[in-house]
């Protein structure tokens, strides 16, 4: 076995997005193109020879051939020990959690999350830092600037780690332990939730699907619902990961995961219905006859912590990302704790729960976590609904009537504008941005502006800035408008619009999300000439 130095040239287009390094597999798979990216990474870290690193993966297609890369370049760059979930399989909170468990320096996570996988779909890789969490900008900036000059990686030739058996092996004189993906991580969860109670709620028939779409949360969601707490076998559906996630689309929305939708509305509905994302860090929430969205999942689970063991002692704040609704505003104001607006992903949270500023955060995008971990997840805020419906003893419905007649109702809907083309969607924003003065100071059907901005966040704990993150339209009734263009496709633009209007009267939380948002949803294209500039008479997804 030798260490090799590898000579190697640029790509000029390894800039990590909104969550790591997306592209196309084919893209991935050019020859030294995962190397120099995990080069330009491991350039920009100081401090880890002999140190440990964790590499998660999701199960898709190249998982397996990037990760034995990653495990002979980080045995020639020094690291001491990698820690692998067996089969490359460690979901993104329970990459996080095996980081912060054994304290080792940070970890790769191989995905692309809610987009599609195999060879002629999607790839991803992201690095996360000790804390457990997606790496800050300031050394995703760092990658993208090595990336440029890089002119050599590192790799040794050892043979490939029999991933599918866990166990301790060498990688030359790195020490590479195959560990079982789930036990660490069900360990966590039994620390903050009541299973007995949870366990006890199953063994009185509560019926419950969760679909795992294909994707990593398959062995958690067994393991953990079915063997741990009693679901019954058959409660979680695809729930064996595959390269290709089965031929579908790993997004947990209500496009992609339509069957749990219909089945959840339809007449032989069980109380409880779930799905997560390809990686495992999002969650659908939907209860017998009641979709419950993101945001309002986000403002309802803060609400509810207390009731699980692991927040019984309260929390003390909460974080939301700026385009998620302002419902969990409201909690936070009633609780008098700390509410705090980031950019989108989940990079923005780590200095807040590593400063214990917050304890929940959440985007509108279903994703929502806690201070247990440094991402979001999809199975903890499974649990965390569990133990509040075994707890509280109502349907999911009445949970969230509830919540509005308390807090009044905040109605929100996205619309995505898929494979925009990227020279007309980079105008669209160019031109509202230089138009906000303007903006601010209208009034349009009676309904005033109250701010229009590209959004900048101040990040109170380490001082650093960042800018145009996104354009908002705020009215003098609580109504936004938002617009922001995705960082995790790989095919042109998306161009992402949110809306969301206050409705306090605890009379009118019955409307129909589209309808109660109409008149927002015209406006917006009135200001901002999506339809006009894309062409599109609609949105490709609406959420
Ligand atoms: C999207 C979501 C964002 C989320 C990010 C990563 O980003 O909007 O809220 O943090 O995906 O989630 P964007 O830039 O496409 O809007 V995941 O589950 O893809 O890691
Ligand atoms: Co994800």
Known sequence: MTNKTISTTP???????????????????????????????????????????????????????????????????????????????????????????????????????????????????????????????????????????????????????????????????????????????AALMQTLFDFPAIANMFANGFRMRFDAMHAVTGPYAHRILEDMLGAPKGTVINGTPSPDFGGGHPDPNLVYARDLYDLLMGPD???????????????????????????????????????????????????????????????????????????TGWKFFGNLLDADRVTICGEESAGTGSNHVREKDGLWAVLLWLNILAARQQSVDDIVRDHWATYGRNYYTRHDYDEVDTAVANKLMDDLRARLPEIAGTTYDSLAVAYADDFTYHDPIDGSTSSRQGIRIGFADGSRIVLRLSGTGTVGATLRLYLERYEPAHGQHDLDTQSALAFLISLADRIAGVRERTGRDAPSVIT
Request: proline share 6%; charged share 20%; hydrophobic share 40%.
């Open 269 to 343: 509905a069980p109380d409880f219905g779930a799905a997560s994302d390809g990686d495992g860090d999002r969650n659908l929430i939907i209860g017998r006859k009641r979709f419950v969205t993101p945001s309002d999942s986000l403002a309802l689970l803060a609400a509810n912590a207390p009731l699980a063991p692991g927040y019984a002692n309260g929390i003390t704040g909460i974080a939301r990302s700026m385009p998620t609704s302002a419902a969990a505003d409201r909690v936070a104001e009633k609780l008098g704790i700390e509410m705090h607006e980031t950019p």
């Open 11 to 185: 790509f000029a287009d390894q800039k990590p997005g909104t969550s790591g390094l997306r592209k196309r597999t084919p893209v991935f798979m050019q020859p030294h193109y995962v190397e120099n990216f995990v080069q330009s990474v491991i350039d920009a870290l100081e401090g880890f020879k002999g140190k440990t690193l964790v590499i998660g993966g999701d199960g898709r297609y190249h998982n397996d051939v990037a990760i034995q890369t990653i495990i002979r370049m980080a045995a020639a760059n020094g690291f001491g020990k990698v820690m692998v979930g067996q089969g490359g399989i460690l979901s993104t909170p329970a990459t996080s959690h095996v980081i912060r468990h054994h304290k080792a320096f940070g970890g790769f996570v191989l995905s692309a999350s809610h987009n599609p996988g195999g060879p002629d779909a999607d790839f991803g890789i992201k690095y996360n830092i000790g804390n457990g969490g997606p790496a800050p900008e300031k050394i995703t900036d760092a990658v993208f600037a090595r990336s440029k000059v890089i002119d050599r990686y590192l790799i040794n030739d050892a043979p490939d780690i029999d991933l599918g058996t866990i166990g301790s092996y060498r990688s030359g004189d790195m020490v590479v332990e195959v560990i079982d993906p789930v036990a660490d991580y």
